[in-house]
Structures are given as structure tokens and as C-alpha cells.
């Protein structure tokens, strides 16, 4: 049964919903979806399932582009309704054949949905009566075939029967619909595309295709081309007779060696000396305090390159210079998926250029395509910048915070409750956090707030020192027990000793853990539930692409699994490390929020203390886009 539907624009503004139903949903299913799907640039998926306290809905959705409307559908998931899709085209169609801009209510659509519900129920039910089983008469079609035409052309018949969908008499299977998630008619079918779904924390799941390949291809291709091959490799063999090789013996510059020798003395006397006044001074303004400015010479440049090479290339590879050309003066009706497919299809690649999980960079593409579908294209605008457009205004989206990240504003909040501020960092091995935690310290120092370490990687050798070394460069207390003990406990003692000492932030460090590593993330689960910090930075390099999908969203997942509470604890916010190491490659940023949600708070970008940033969305979004 369906439980309701309703209809409203981008803006949010509920124009219908159908009074019919009147079902009470239990919890925000729709609120969910728009914060969690629509607004994460998700609106590609299937589907969304959501889970609330005693039920467990599906939702599924459509746009109509040009109006700007989202026609909403939320049944039982249980229930695998056939006719929801076939339900909202048609509601899709008949609204917007009444649709006024300026009209906020519709109770004369009551009827006309009454109307169109039996319509696709009774449309359901005759498919239903055409093929009851599908999958069972394909199997016995398949039989006889055997047993007929023997081997051969049982098989013909098999594969056949496969290759259409719920292996029906016309084409389409006899089936008409499938429902999203690989069901028709109550028996199991396998289904061409993997759908994703996802859950209240945003976590989703697909399976890729995988394509046959065809042998006798790769064999034609060596029987062609393996002499010319071997002919070539002949040739190289005879012009370059074998060269003995010689190792070289290393020299050692000893001029060199005794200028720069290593110092080995102990500075802790003459660093004791020092007070936060020296530190600063020495050190500089920190870049969290500086504003970057992107060049807008070298957008114009980008822009006249941009264009230069639309005159060129054609939108379409079956579309000939003149129709873009005519296409993109008198404007085209509306915009199909396959005129869209080669720009979103340059989009993809150029993004997985830029270090942008291929996953990632294939939902967005998607997402952009139902945004666009059914658009009416300007004047004098071609698709490809139509298409570049909405996936800068998508990326814009997904990497600008939906909440405010402003530290130095909450950490004055807490001290008015007179409690300190508690920062716990978190992350895989190496990549850096006692370090950009370090970094955060210097610049909490520059606001004039209070700051204590908490030694809390009793794991690692060495990382007691490391800490160490840093609070007394920086002249602030360390709270540490050595090695080998709970780390929740001493984060507990940590937070205890900042509220007798009066410190305003506690900075906990905590051991680097890889992902699968189940003890480890046991006990970083087990530090969060018993302090319940402030906030909880994810330190995440640069460097990586796929593995930042990986790394967060297992991180987010063994938080969510091992926690005890009903609502537990997961990644607040991300700081990147080794920033300043990659170029152009800056698409783990786009990864990592993508995936968990969560804004890049700071980014590391050197290795003194000074060296720690802000993530300018503008700049991101227009170094992947060029």
C-alpha cells in the first residue's frame, strides 16, 4: 500500500499531497531524503531506503527539470509495489499540464490522483494475469527447447530466454516492470544494472557490471599483429647488442658531511625558555587567519581555452558542425539522456584525472543527468557548457558545509558552560595527525585560547616523545601516562585535569589504526562513547583516491557497529594532509565529503606550524572543472 505522495518544488514549498492516504509516516523519511540524497547530489540512485523505529520505507522519486517540481512516492519496503514508477509518470504528466507558478494549493488534483492510481493498479494487475510466473515458464520453455532440438538448440533457446528481462514473450519479458531492487512478481530475476541504495547515515551500496569479452577477438589480433610484433622486437635486439652492466662506485662527499652533521644535543633547557610570545613571533601568522584569492585572469583564460575547443569538437559524435550549431542558436525542446551522455562521459574522465573516485565521479555524473533530463536548452548555449555548468554548481553544493564549522565560536560557547572543548583526531597510520594536531594548537594559540595535549597513542612507539616535543616547542601542558594503557581512560583523565587547570580545548591524539584493524577500532569506539568529544576530526591524506572512500566510510560504519548507544558518534569533520604535494590532483576532498558527509575543516599544507589552511571551494571546484 502506498503511504503517501507528495509533490513540491526545489525550493521546498509542498504544493499537493494526497489526502487519500493520510498515513502518518513514522519518523522524516521525506526530510531525509532532501538532506541525505537530493541535497548530496544522490538524486541519480534508484532509490532510498529509510529506517525509522517500527517501520522501513522506500522511497522513490522524479523531476520534472523545467517546471522545477519533485514528485515524491513512500510506500512499505516490504511490500515491492510494481506500479509506484508507472504511477508517478503519470502524475508527473497531468500535473504539469495544471501547473501555475503562482498557485500554492491544489485540492482539485485529488480526484484526478484517484483517477490515475486505479489506472496503474489495474495496469499492474493485467501483467500480473499475463505472466503470473515468469521465470518458471521461461525455465520450461527452455526444457522443451532441449528436448526437442537437442543441445544446440536448447541452448540457443536458453541464451535467449536470458537475455531478455524476466524472459517474457515480446521483448520486455511479459513482465513490464521490475521493481528496483531485482524482484518481479515475487520471484528473483538478475537485473541488468546494480541499484544503490542508501541508509539514515548516508552509506551506500552497488554492484558494477561486468561485461563479457569477447576471445576470438584478442586471438584475431594476435594473429595479426604478432609478427609485426616479433619483427620489430628482432630488429631492436640486432641494433643493440647486449651491454655489460657496470655498478658505479658510490662517493662520499666528505666536505659535505661534516658541514651538515646532525645534532644530537639536548635544546629541552634552552626550549624551556621560551614562552608562546617567542613561538609566534619565530613562526609567523598562521594561514587559517589568511584569505586565498583566486586569480580571475586565469578564469578568463580558462574560459576563452573552453571555448576554442567547443568551436572544435561537436556535442555529439552522430551530430554533424552545422546541427550543434543550429542546435545551440534556436535552442532545443528538451534535453535527453543521450544528448547529455558525451559531455557527462568527458566530465567523468576528467574528474577520475583529478584523483576523483571512479564511483563518486560516476554518481555525480548520474545526479547531473536527472537534473538536466527534460531541461529546455537556451539560446546561443551549447550542451557542454549547460552540462559543465550544473556539475559546478553540483560540486559548489556538495563541498560548501550545511552547518557551521566556525571552532573558535564553539570553543567560546563551552567556556561559558565551563567545560573544555574537546577535540578528538582520528585516522589511519602515517598520515600525519600528531603533527596537523600540532598545528591546530598554534593556531588556537594566535586566538588566545587555552590549549592541552592528550597523549592518548599508547600504541606507537615514540608517539609519547613526539607529542612531547610539540607541547614544549609550543609551551603548553601535556596530559600523558605512558604506554600500554586504555586510551579512553586517559582521554577521561585528560578532560578532568583541562576543567580543574581551566583549559578552554583539549587536543586528543589517538593511535593510527587501519580501517579492518577490529581491536583498534574497538577502542577508538570505545574512547568516543566514554567522553563524548565535541568534535571528531578525520585526518585523511591528499594522496589518496579510492582508498579515501574506503577509509571513511568503513571508519564511519565500525563507529556505527561497535558503538553502544542507539545514536552513536561519527566523523564530524575531515582534515587533509599533505596538500601541498599534489598538484592538481585535489579530488580526495571531493571524495571524502562526498561520502561521509562531513565538511573539510582544515588542510595541511606544509610541515611547520603555520601551515595549516582553509579548503576554498572555489578554487577545488575550478581545478577539477579545468
Not at 363 to 381: D, M, P, Q, R
Not at 427 to 437: E, I, R
Not at 543 to 550: I, K, M, T
Not at 575 to 590: C, E, R, S, Y
Request: aromatic share 6%; net charge neutral.
Amino acid at each position: 500500500m502506498l503511504e503517501q505522495l507528495l509533490i513540491f518544488t526545489r525550493g521546498g514549498l509542498i504544493l499537493w499531497t494526497c489526502k487519500e492516504l493520510g498515513n502518518a509516516l513514522k519518523g522524516s523519511p521525506i526530510d531525509t531524503l532532501i538532506r541525505s540524497c537530493l541535497l548530496e547530489e544522490r538524486s541519480g540512485a534508484a532509490s532510498y531506503n529509510y529506517d525509522a523505529p517500527g517501520a522501513s520505507y522506500t522511497l522513490k522519486w522524479t523531476f520534472h527539470n523545467e517546471l522545477g517540481l519533485v514528485f515524491v512516492a513512500v510506500y512499505q519496503r516490504i511490500l515491492h509495489l510494481l506500479y509506484v514508477e508507472d504511477l508517478l509518470a503519470m502524475v508527473k504528466r497531468e500535473f504539469s499540464q495544471i501547473y501555475d507558478p503562482k498557485r500554492t494549493a491544489y485540492p482539485d488534483f485529488d480526484e484526478t490522483f484517484r483517477q490515475l492510481k486505479m489506472e496503474a493498479l489495474a495496469r499492474a494487475e493485467d501483467l500480473k494475469r499475463s505472466n503470473p510466473n515468469p521465470v518458471a515458464g521461461n525455465v520450461k520453455k527452455q526444457v522443451q527447447g532441449n528436448n526437442k532440438s537437442g543441445l544446440e538448440g536448447g541452448n540457443k533457446k536458453k541464451s535467449g530466454g536470458v537475455a531478455k528481462e524476466g524472459g517474457g514473450k515480446d521483448g520486455d519479458g511479459g513482465n513490464g516492470r521490475r521493481s528496483e531492487n531485482g524482484h518481479s512478481n515475487g520471484n528473483f530475476v538478475v537485473a541488468k544494472d546494480a541499484n544503490l541504495s542508501s541508509d539514515v547515515n548516508g552509506r551506500q551500496n552497488g554492484s558494477p557490471n561486468v561485461g563479457a569479452f569477447d576471445v576470438h577477438k584478442l586471438q584475431k589480433l594476435r594473429t595479426k599483429g604478432g609478427k609485426k610484433v616479433d619483427n620489430a622486437a628482432a630488429k631492436a635486439s640486432k641494433a643493440e647488442p647486449n651491454k655489460k652492466v657496470i655498478k658505479k662506485n658510490r662517493v662520499w662527499d666528505d666536505a659535505a658531511t661534516t658541514e651538515t652533521k646532525l645534532d644530537f644535543t639536548d635544546h629541552s633547557a634552552e626550549d624551556g625558555d621560551r614562552n608562546i610570545d617567542y613561538v609566534v613571533a619565530d613562526q609567523g601568522e598562521s594561514m587559517m587567519d589568511k584569505e586565498e584569492i583566486v586569480s580571475s585572469e586565469s578564469e578568463e583564460e580558462e574560459e576563452e581555452e573552453e571555448n576554442v575547443g567547443k568551436k572544435r569538437k561537436p556535442d555529439a559524435k552522430n551530430k554533424g558542425w552545422f546541427s550543434s550549431m543550429f542546435q545551440s542558436i534556436a535552442g532545443k525542446a528538451n534535453l535527453e539522456k543521450s544528448d547529455l551522455e558525451p559531455a557527462l562521459k568527458a566530465l567523468k574522465d576528467r574528474l577520475m584525472t583529478k584523483n576523483v573516485a571512479e564511483e563518486i565521479a560516476e554518481k555525480l555524473c548520474e545526479s547531473v543527468a536527472a537534473s538536466l533530463e527534460g531541461k529546455k536548452l537556451a539560446s546561443f548555449t551549447r550542451i557542454s557548457s549547460t552540462v559543465h555548468a550544473a556539475m559546478e554548481e553540483a560540486l559548489i553544493r556538495i563541498l560548501t558545509p550545511r552547518r557551521s564549522i566556525d571552532i573558535l565560536r564553539d570553543v567560546h560557547a563551552a567556556k561559558e558552560q565551563r567545560k573544555p572543548y574537546v577535540v578528538v583526531f582520528v585516522g589511519v597510520n602515517g598520515v600525519g595527525k600528531s603533527t596537523n594536531l600540532a598545528k591546530v594548537a598554534y593556531w588556537l594559540l594566535q586566538h588566545k585560547v587555552s590549549v592541552m595535549m592528550a597523549a592518548c597513542d599508547t600504541f606507537r612507539s615514540g608517539a609519547v616523545e613526539q607529542l612531547r616535543t610539540h607541547a614544549r616547542r609550543l609551551q603548553i601542558p601535556i596530559f600523558e601516562k605512558g604506554y600500554e594503557k586504555d586510551p579512553a581512560i586517559v582521554a577521561k583523565e585528560a578532560i578532568q585535569e583541562a576543567s580543574h587547570n581551566g583549559s578552554d580545548v583539549v587536543l586528543v591524539d589517538t593511535a593510527g589504526r587501519m580501517q579492518d584493524n577490529e581491536p583498534l577500532m574497538r577502542a577508538l569506539s570505545k574512547l568516543i562513547y566514554l567522553n563524548n568529544p565535541d568534535l571528531v576530526l578525520f585526518v585523511g591524506e591528499a594522496l589518496v583516491g579510492n582508498d579515501a572512500v574506503d577509509q571513511l566510510s568503513k571508519f564511519n560504519q565500525k563507529l556505527a557497529d561497535l558503538a553502544t548507544s542507539p545514536n552513536p558518534r561519527l566523523i564530524d569533520g575531515i582534515l587533509l594532509t599533505k596538500f601541498d604535494t599534489i598538484d592538481d590532483k585535489v579530488g580526495a576532498a571531493l571524495s571524502m565529503v562526498y561520502i561521509s558527509g562531513a565538511p573539510v575543516m582544515f588542510v595541511g599544507c606544509g610541515q611547520s606550524y603555520t601551515d595549516l589552511k582553509k579548503l576554498n571551494v572555489k578554487s577545488i571546484v575550478k581545478t577539477l572543472l579545468k
